[in-house]
């Protein structure tokens, strides 16, 4: 069973950025796309972004569109996910998933999942 290691939360003030980052235990990262989601405490887990096979493909939720990046180095084996501008709505833990499919924004679509990494933005 894959295991996705996530890194780069932390707490920073309204306005920020930080860089999220996903890396898979296995080398077979080109075969699937990759997508981040977050739960915010007391709600329930939600799309925060994808990315296709090769990158070409992108979609994001209509909350984190123009402020959040997602990308992936086939070659480091590495998703990331940019984030600026960040808001308190935004604190939550973020946690990256694998499809089978090549792009998707769809939780029940993802059968491998992160730890999850906390993000908390202060007001």
């Known amino acids: 069973q894959v295991l996705l290691v996530e890194g780069g939360g932390g707490s920073v003030q309204a306005g920020g950025s930080l860089r999220l980052s996903c890396a898979p235990s296995?080398?077979?990262?080109?075969?699937?796309?990759m997508g981040w989601f977050r739960q915010a405490p007391g709600k329930e887990l939600e799309f925060v972004a994808a990315?296709?096979?090769?990158?070409?493909?992108?979609s994001y939720a209509d909350s984190v569109l123009g402020r959040f990046t997602i990308s992936r180095d086939n070659a480091k084996i590495t998703l990331y996910l940019q984030m600026d501008g960040l808001k308190p709505e935004d604190t939550a833990v973020y946690y990256c998933?694998?499809?089978?499919?090549?792009?998707?924004?769809?939780?029940?679509?993802?059968?491998?999942w992160g730890q999850g990494t906390q993000v908390t933005v202060a007001s």
């Open positions: 998933a694998r499809t089978a499919l090549n792009l998707s924004t769809k939780r029940a679509e993802y059968n491998s």
């Open positions: 296995d080398r077979a990262f080109v075969n699937y796309g």
């Open positions: 990315v296709s096979r090769y990158g070409g493909s992108t």
